[in-house]
Antibody, heavy 122, light 112 residues
Framework: QVQLQESGPGLVKPSQTLSLTCIVS??????????WSWIRQQPGKGLEWIGY???????YYNPSLKSRVTISVDTSKNQFSLRLSSVTAADTAVYYC??????????????WGQGALVTVSS | QSVLTQPPSVSGAPGQRVTISCTGG?????????VHWYQQLPGTSPKLLIY???NRPSGVPDRFSGSKSGTSASLAIIGLQAEDEADYYC????????????FGTGTKVTVL
């Protein structure tokens, strides 16, 4: 099973852009069996799906965040990235990367990265 | 924006059975989409516990079991152990015009 590891700044100023990267190890991001996903967990709250990308670059986003989200993939570095623009304090959360099977009948997420806490504050 | 409703907390003594409910609607569980469960131990990331409503990934103890009926699903822990103290989340697919992947509100399991 692949392992996922998030990285990026832990502090972002309001109105700026949050950027995180997820490094995939133990397998190729281009193996074709995965939608590479981002999920977040705001403090004391539940989980919220942000979106995912296929290694070809096809993306699917949560409609509530779609106007601010960009997910990209770099197959040469075996990693994918999240950009969330115009952040506010409400975007403070632990951001997880995860894998979802590339199958329209399999809708679970496994495995997950360890998570990256991003705080939005001036 | 949790669409699936879970009880905030459940508790039980070691060895007891506890059950966590997950209530959805016509566009997710009621539409026939499967339910998946995750365990989040303190300070860690969620881990897949049950997939497709009742299947356990390799390595998950058989004291965890899942079921689904109508617009709801349940996770049962039979023979509760101290290491089961964690947050549990259900998740499903939603075919409405809004978000595709929906999670439950989460349930804190406390071992007395």
């Amino acid at each position: 099973q692949v392992q996922l590891q998030e990285s990026g700044p832990g502090l972002v100023k309001p109105s700026q852009t949050l950027s995180l990267t997820c490094i995939v190890s133990g397998g190729s991001i281009s193996r074709g069996g995965d939608y590479w996903s981002w999920i977040r967990q705001q403090p004391g709250k539940g989980l919220e799906w942000i979106g995912y990308i296929y290694y070809t670059g096809s993306t699917y986003y949560n409609p509530s965040l779609k106007s601010r989200v960009t997910i990209s993939v770099d197959t040469s570095k075996n990693q994918f990235s999240l950009r969330l623009s115009s952040v506010t304090a409400a975007d403070t959360a632990v951001y997880y990367c995860a894998s979802k099977p590339f199958n329209n009948h399999r809708h679970w997420f496994d495995p997950w990265g360890q998570g990256a806490l991003v705080t939005v504050s001036s | 924006q949790s669409v699936l409703t879970q009880p905030p907390s459940v508790s039980g003594a070691p060895g007891q059975r506890v059950t966590i409910s997950c209530t959805g609607g016509a566009s997710n569980i009621g539409a026939g989409f499967e339910v998946h469960w995750y365990q989040q131990l303190p300070g860690t990331s969620p881990k897949l516990l049950i997939y497709d409503s009742s299947n356990r990934p390799s390595g998950v103890p058989d004291r965890f079991s899942g079921s689904k009926s109508g617009t709801s699903a349940s996770l049962a822990i039979i023979g509760l152990q101290a290491e089961d103290e964690a947050d549990y989340y259900c998740q499903s697919y939603d075919n409405s015009l809004s978000v595709q992947y929906v999670f439950g509100t989460g349930t804190k399991v406390t071992v007395l």
